[in-house]
């Protein structure tokens, strides 16, 4: 059984940065590529980032693409977003994913994500 603790989070202004970091344990058997989605206030689960086994091939959805940066480290399974220029909308309960590939997680989530945290709260005013 693979577990997937977030940290991380919390309240920030328009503009500012916060950084999530999510670590796996278990057994993560070939699931190696790791992800986080997000979902805010009434709003459906939105797919924010994901990085390959190696780190070498990130995704980013359309709407935190040139603000968010996912990076991994392969030997603590542990994997970071460091969110910058935040908005309002940004604000949402974010969950780390684990999966077999980078692509598979942002294109077929619902077959290919073995595992979810139990997700952590990002709040930005304006």
């Known amino acids: 059984q693979v577990q997937l603790t977030e940290s991380g989070g919390g309240l920030a202004q328009a503009g500012g940065s916060l950084t999530l970091s999510c670590t796996a344990s278990?057994?993560?058997?070939?699931?190696?590529?790791m992800g986080w989605f997000r979902q805010g206030p009434g709003a459906e689960r939105e797919f924010v980032a994901a990085i390959s086994e190696s780190g070498s091939i990130t995704y980013y959805g359309d709407s935190v693409t040139g603000r968010f940066t996912i990076s991994k480290d392969s030997a603590e399974n542990t994997v970071t977003l460091h969110m910058n220029s935040l908005k309002p909308e940004d604000t949402a309960v974010y969950y780390c994913v684990l999966g077999s590939s980078a692509f598979r997680i942002q294109h077929d989530h619902r077959n290919d994500v073995k595992a979810w945290g139990k997700g952590t709260q990002v709040t930005v005013s304006s």
């Open positions: 278990g057994r993560t058997y070939d699931s190696v590529a």
